[in-house]
């Protein structure tokens, strides 16, 4: 995994020298990081080990003392894109920017992660109906966390 003070002076550099783009390859690592515009947040594209290592299988996280773990989704999602906290709305006042029984399509914001103070606009990159939300807002989030269940 990638040491985010690095990834933090990448986002910096970028920022400073106005670029949308950077690639590093160190050999053990990759990280591509893009945005939308000069202007635009910073989205971590995919960050991937270059050498894949076997891993072993991890058990299910008990559930918590308060109740029962979320359920695990049964239809397609959608994913966590990177690593941050969770919003579902632009700000508190507002209302969610899908809620279940809304229809979205590939364009459609579904949510805001934010990481390291950079607040990026998620879309559902996949069209369908929102089933279920699977996280809560505020909630830290991981790269490739189910977010959405779709119908």
Do not use: H, W
Not at 42 to 61: F, K
Not at 68 to 93: E, H, L, Q, R
Not at 106 to 113: G, R
């Amino acid at each position: 995994m990638i040491d985010l003070k690095k990834l933090e002076k990448l986002i910096a550099m970028m920022a400073e020298n106005d670029l949308t783009e950077i690639e590093l390859d160190d050999g053990t690592e990759k990280v591509q990081l893009k945005r939308a515009s000069a202007l635009g947040p910073v989205q971590v594209v995919a960050p991937q080990p270059v050498a894949a290592t076997p891993q072993p299988a991890t058990p299910a996280e008990p559930a918590s003392a308060g109740g029962a773990a979320p359920a695990a989704a049964k239809g397609p999602t959608i994913d966590s894109p990177m690593v941050g906290t969770f919003y579902s709305a632009s700000n508190p006042d507002s209302p969610a920017f899908v809620k279940p029984g809304d229809s979205v399509t590939a364009d459609t914001v579904v949510c805001i992660i934010e990481a390291m103070k950079v607040f990026n606009e998620i879309k559902a990159e996949k069209s369908g109906k929102i089933k279920s939300v699977l996280v809560n807002n505020g909630d830290a989030v991981e790269f490739g966390q189910s977010l959405y269940e779709l119908d």
